[in-house]
C-alpha cells in the first residue's frame, strides 16, 4: 500500500499518535514548568549581577548604597580562601574559577530539569513500544500513523473509540483515523493487510472527502465498509451505492423503501443527523461473520439480518457464527433479528440491551442453556427462537412480563411436555410451538391467557380433550387463529366455536375430533390410511384428504361417494397425474368423478378377450349424482406418464369390475398392495409397467376375477405361483398373461388351472421342460411360451383337445417333434403351430404340413425337414 509508506511531516507536526494524550498532557506540563524555571533562574541571574558589578569600569548601572552590598555579601558569602579540598575544589579548574557562584548553582539547576525531561521522555516512549511477545511488525510499521499498542482483540473497552470532535490541524487524515479507531481494530489493520478491516481503512483514507467529515461519519463509514467486506458485499443480492464516494452512507441500499436507515435532523443529513439507526438487509444473500467493528454504529435502533448464501458467493460454507460481544455498545438497540446465522451460543453482553423490543434468533443452532440470559431480558415483547436445538421448554419465563409474541416452534422438544408454565405470559398475544415434539395434554391454565389472538400447536404429540378454557378464550373474541392439526385430539368443537374460527382454524378432522365443517370422513378410511395422513402430511394420502375436506360439496355426498372421491385423488396424487398425458377433469371440484378422464376400451393380447365399456361408472346419465348411481365400475388408464407406486387406497373403490393400468418406465419396484383383496367384484385385472414383485395370498379372495394380466413386471416362479394361484382363484380363471417377467421355471401349478383358456409365458427366462401337468388343462385355447429357453414338450401336450394356438418358437427344444401334435392337427383344433429356432431333428409330421407355412413354422436344415423343405 503505497499511501502507507513514510511521509515527510510538516515543520509543525509533532507525531501526536507517537504518544497517547495523557503522555502528551504531561510532556506540555513538563515542558511549560521547564521553561518557567528557566525565565526565574535567568531573571535572578541578570538582577545579582547588576548588584554586583557596579564598581567595574565601564559600567553605567547607578551606584548602589554599601549598605545594600553589605547585606548582599552576608546572603551570598564568599568561599573560603583556606585552600582547603573540601571548600575550595572549584578552584582546581580555571573556567570554575571565573565563574560566579551563582551562575553555577543556575547550572545545577538546569542540568537536573533535562534529567527530569529525559526520563520523562523514555518513559512515555516504553509506554508505547510493541512488546517483543506481541504481533510482529508488517509493512504498516513504517506508517508512525500505525504504530499501536500491542492490545488483544478483547470486548470493550478496547472496542471504545477516543477521539476528538475534530482533527488536529498538525495531524495527517491517516494518523487521525487510526487514532479514533479502538486499538483492537488498528492492530487488525496494521497485522492483516486482507482483513475487512484493512479493506475498510482504505476505502475510508482515500475518501477525498474525508477531511470535511466529523470523526462520527469516520467511524460511521468505516464499520459500514467493514460490514460489508466482512459478509460478502460484492456478492449479495443488492448492493446498489455501498461504499460509493459520491453518495451518503444512509443513501446506500437497504431494504426499507419507506425509511431512512439514518436519523435526521434539520435537512438532510444534517451535522448532528444522519447518523445510522437501521441497518436493513434481510434476504439480501450476506454470506460471512458479523465484525465487531459494526458495533461502532452506537445510535443503531435496528438490525434486520439473515444469512443467505447467493450463487455469487460459490461454495462458500459458514459452519458456525457468533455475536460479538461489543453488541453491548448499542443500548440504543430496539429490534435485533439474526436468522440463519448458525450462532451456538449469545454473549452475556446482550443483556446491556436495555431498550430491546424484538429478538429474532430463528434457524440457528442454539441450544438449551443460552434461555436463561435470553429470559432475563425484561424489555421484550417479542421473542424468536424456532428452529433451533432447544430440547427443553423452560420452566420460567423470568422477566418477560412484558412479552406480547413468543415462537419457540420446530424444536427438538421430543421428550417435553406442554406444561402450564406458559400461562405466565399473561400478556403473550401469539404462541407458537408447532412441529415441536410437544407430548401430553393441553393444561387448562391455557385459558388464563386472556389476551391471545393466535395460537399454533398444530404437528406435535399433544393427547386428551382440547380444555373447555381454551373454547372459552375463543367465544369471548380474542382467540381467533387457532392450529392444532396433527395431534392425536379427540372430542367435538363447539358449533359456538366454529361461527367465530370458521376461516383460520385447522382440526384434525377424523373419527375421535369433529366439529365445524369438518366432518368425520376417517371412519371410512382404513386405520393405516389414518395413520399415514396423520404421520406424513405431504403424503398423497394427506392431501387428497385435505382436498376432499375443502370440496365445498362434500356434506352433499354419500359416504361412498366421499370415499370413492378420495381414492381417486390419491391414486391421482401418487401416480403423477399433473404431469399425465391427458388429465382432463381430474380433481375439480363440481365435476363428476365418473367425467373424469378415463382410458378408452381396450382389448387384451388374445383375441379372445375383448372388453369394451361406454364409460367408468355405472349410473342414470339423467340423475347423475344420485345416490345409488355413480359408482366406479371400471378404471382404464393406460398412460406412458403414470409413475409411482400404486396406493393401497385405490382398493377402496370395491365396486370395480375391471381395471387396466399401464405404468411408464421410471416406476420403483413395488408389491401389489393386499387391498386388492377388497375387490371382489373385479373380473379383469391389467397391470402393466408396474414392476411389481410380490403377490398378496389376498388375491384368492377375488373369486370373480377371469381375466389375469401381469405383463411387464419383476415377477419370479416363486412369487407367481408358490401359495398365490391357488383355489379357490384358479377355479375360475381364463386367461393368464405373465410374458416379459423374470419367470425362469413351467410351474406345475398351472394343471390346477382347469378353466384357464388363453396362458401367456413368453419372454421370461424359462429354463425346464413343459410339465406334464399341462395336459390337465383340457379348455386352454391358446399357449404362448415362445422367445424362452424352453427344453422339451411332454406326451401329454395330446391331451390339450382344444388347443388352438401353441407358440413354441425361440427355445432350446431338442428332439423329435412329437407325434402328439399331430393328432391334435388331425382333430381340427390346432391351426397355428411355431415351432422354429429350436433344435428339432428328424421329420416333420406330414399332417402337420397341411397348416401351411402360414401356421406352421419350423427350422428347414440338415437335421429337421420334410413339407416343403426336401430332406437330403
Keep these: 500500500m503505497g499511501r502507507l509508506a513514510q511521509q515527510n511531516p510538516p515543520d509543525d507536526f509533532t507525531a501526536p499518535i507517537e504518544l497517547t494524550s495523557g503522555d502528551e498532557t504531561r510532556l506540555a506540563e513538563t515542558r511549560s514548568a521547564f521553561g518557567q524555571a528557566w525565565r526565574s533562574r535567568k531573571e535572578a541571574s541578570r538582577t545579582l549581577a547588576g548588584s554586583t558589578c557596579v564598581s567595574q569600569p565601564g559600567a553605567h548601572a547607578e551606584s548602589v548604597p554599601q549598605a545594600d552590598v553589605e547585606a548582599l555579601q552576608q546572603a551570598n558569602p564568599a568561599p573560603p580562601r583556606d585552600g582547603s579540598e ?4 572549584w578552584k582546581k579548574f580555571p573556567l570554575l574559577r571565573r565563574m560566579e557562584q551563582r551562575d553555577i548553582m543556575f547550572g545545577f539547576a538546569v542540568v537536573w530539569l533535562l534529567i527530569v525531561f529525559v526520563i520523562a521522555v523514555v518513559v512515555a516512549f516504553s509506554l508505547r513500544v510493541t512488546p517483543n511477545d506481541g504481533p510482529t511488525a508488517d509493512a504498516r510499521t513504517a506508517h508512525p500513523a500505525l504504530a499501536l499498542p500491542n492490545e488483544t482483540l478483547s470486548v470493550s473497552p478496547t472496542m471504545v473509540p477516543s477521539y476528538a470532535p475534530t482533527m488536529p490541524p498538525t495531524t495527517s487524515l491517516e494518523a487521525f483515523v487510526v487514532s479514533i479507531l479502538p486499538d483492537a481494530t488498528g492492530w487488525t489493520i496494521k497485522n492483516d493487510q486482507n482483513s475487512p478491516q484493512a479493506k475498510a481503512f482504505d476505502f475510508v483514507v482515500e475518501d477525498s472527502a474525508l477531511s470535511t467529515y466529523p470523526a462520527w461519519r469516520i467511524i460511521q463509514r468505516f464499520a459500514l465498509a467493514t460490514f460489508y467486506y466482512a459478509t460478502g458485499g460484492d456478492g449479495w443480492k443488492e448492493n446498489d451505492d455501498w461504499l460509493k464516494y459520491e453518495s451518503h452512507e444512509c443513501e446506500w441500499f437497504h431494504q426499507n423503501k419507506d425509511r431512512s436507515p439514518c436519523g435526521q435532523v434539520s435537512g438532510v443529513h444534517a451535522q448532528d443527523g444522519g447518523r445510522y439507526e437501521h441497518l436493513w438487509l434481510r434476504d439480501n444473500g450476506i454470506l460471512g461473520s458479523l465484525p465487531a467493528e459494526l458495533f461502532l454504529l452506537t445510535a443503531l435502533k435496528t438490525i434486520d439480518l439473515d444469512m443467505s448464501p447467493t450463487s455469487n458467493h460459490g461454495d462458500a460454507l459458514i459452519v458456525s457464527n457468533e455475536i460479538p460481544t ?39 443452532l442454539l441450544p438449551t442453556s443460552v ?41 427438538r422438544f421430543s421428550t417435553q411436555v406442554l406444561t402450564s408454565v406458559v400461562a405466565q405470559l399473561t400478556s403473550l398475544k401469539v404462541l407458537s410451538l408447532h412441529s415441536s415434539g410437544l407430548l401430553s395434554t393441553m393444561p387448562s391454565e391455557l385459558g388464563l391467557m386472556s389476551s391471545l389472538e393466535k395460537l399454533l400447536l398444530n404437528d406435535n404429540e399433544l393427547t386428551g380433550t382440547i380444555p373447555n378454557e381454551l373454547w372459552s378464550l375463543v367465544k369471548a373474541g380474542n382467540l381467533s387463529i387457532l392450529h392444532m392439526e396433527n395431534n392425536q385430539f379427540f372430542g367435538e368443537v363447539p358449533d359456538e366455536v366454529c361461527t367465530i374460527v370458521a376461516n383460520s382454524s385447522i382440526f384434525d378432522c377424523n373419527d375421535l375430533l369433529c366439529g365445524c365443517d369438518c366432518l368425520c370422513i376417517v371412519p371410512l378410511l382404513p386405520a393405516s390410511t389414518v395413520g399415514m395422513i396423520r404421520s406424513y402430511p405431504t403424503s398423497p394420502q394427506a392431501r387428497a384428504f385435505q382436498w376432499v375436506n375443502a370440496d365445498p ?31 382432463r377433469g381430474w380433481m375439480e371440484y363440481g365435476i363428476h368423478e365418473c367425467q373424469w378422464h378415463s382410458g378408452e376400451s381396450y382389448t387384451s393380447s388374445f383375441h379372445s378377450f375383448t372388453t369394451n365399456h361406454s364409460n367408468s361408472c355405472d349410473h342414470n346419465l339423467d340423475d347423475p349424482y344420485g345416490d345409488d348411481d355413480g359408482m366406479y365400475r371400471h378404471f382404464w388408464l393406460q398412460d406412458d406418464q403414470l409413475i409411482g407406486r400404486l396406493p393401497p387406497e ?32 373385479l373380473e379383469s385385472i391389467s397391470f402393466s409397467g408396474l414392476k411389481i414383485n410380490v403377490l398378496p395370498q389376498q388375491m384368492n379372495q377375488l373369486t370373480s376375477l377371469r381375466h389375469l394380466s401381469l405383463k411387464n413386471n419383476r415377477l419370479t416362479t416363486d412369487a407367481m405361483f408358490d401359495g398365490i394361484m391357488a383355489a379357490p382363484l384358479s377355479l375360475g380363471l381364463k386367461t393368464l398373461d405373465l410374458s416379459h417377467n423374470i419367470i425362469h421355471r413351467f410351474s406345475s401349478v398351472l394343471g390346477q388351472f382347469p378353466k384357464l383358456e388363453n396362458l401367456d409365458m413368453s419372454s421370461n427366462i424359462i429354463r425346464s421342460r413343459i410339465p406334464p401337468e399341462v395336459g390337465h388343462m383340457h379348455s386352454l385355447r391358446q399357449l404362448w411360451a415362445h422367445d424362452n429357453f424352453l427344453m422339451g414338450i411332454p406326451s401329454e401336450i395330446g391331451a390339450l383337445t382344444s388347443l388352438e394356438q401353441l407358440l413354441l418358437d425361440n427355445n432350446q427344444i431338442e428332439g423329435t ?9 388331425a382333430g381340427g383344433a390346432l391351426t397355428t403351430l411355431r415351432l422354429d429356432v429350436n433344435k428339432f431333428s428328424g421329420h416333420v409330421p406330414e399332417e402337420l404340413c397341411t397348416l401351411g407355412t402360414a401356421n406352421f413354422t419350423f427350422d428347414c436344415g440338415e437335421s429337421l425337414c420334410g413339407c416343403s423343405c426336401v430332406c437330403t
Excluded at 366421499?562 to 399433473?578: E, V
Aim: charged letters at 15%; proline letters at 4%; aromatic letters at 8%.
Design 326 to 364: 461489543e453488541i453491548g455498545l448499542c443500548s440504543s438497540l430496539e429490534s435485533l433479528s439474526l436468522v440463519h446465522f448458525k450462532l451456538r451460543t449469545v454473549p452475556s453482553e446482550i443483556l446491556q440491551l436495555n431498550s430491546l423490543r424484538l429478538l429474532n434468533l430463528s434457524g440457528n
Design 371 to 411: 434461555l436463561p440470559e435470553l429470559l432475563s431480558l425484561g424489555s421484550l415483547t417479542a421473542l424468536n427462537l424456532s428452529q433451533n436445538w432447544l430440547t427443553q421448554l423452560p420452566t420460567s419465563f423470568g422477566q418477560l412480563s412484558r412479552l406480547e409474541t413468543l415462537d419457540m416452534s420446530s424444536n
Design 86 to 89: 573540601q571548600n575550595g575544589w
Design 553 to 583: 360439496y362434500l356434506h352433499d355426498y354419500p359416504d361412498w361417494r366421499i370415499q370413492q372421491r378420495f381414492a381417486l385423488a390419491t391414486f391421482y396424487l401418487a401416480t403423477g397425474g399433473d404431469h399425465w398425458s391427458v388429465n
Design 817 to 825: 417333434i412329437p407325434m402328439e401334435l399331430e393328432s391334435l392337427v
Design 650 to 681: 385405490l382398493f377402496l373403490l370395491t365396486s370395480l369390475q375391471s381395471i387396466n393400468l399401464r405404468f411408464g418406465e421410471g416406476s420403483p419396484l413395488q408389491s401389489l398392495p393386499s387391498e386388492l383383496g377388497l375387490c371382489t367384484d
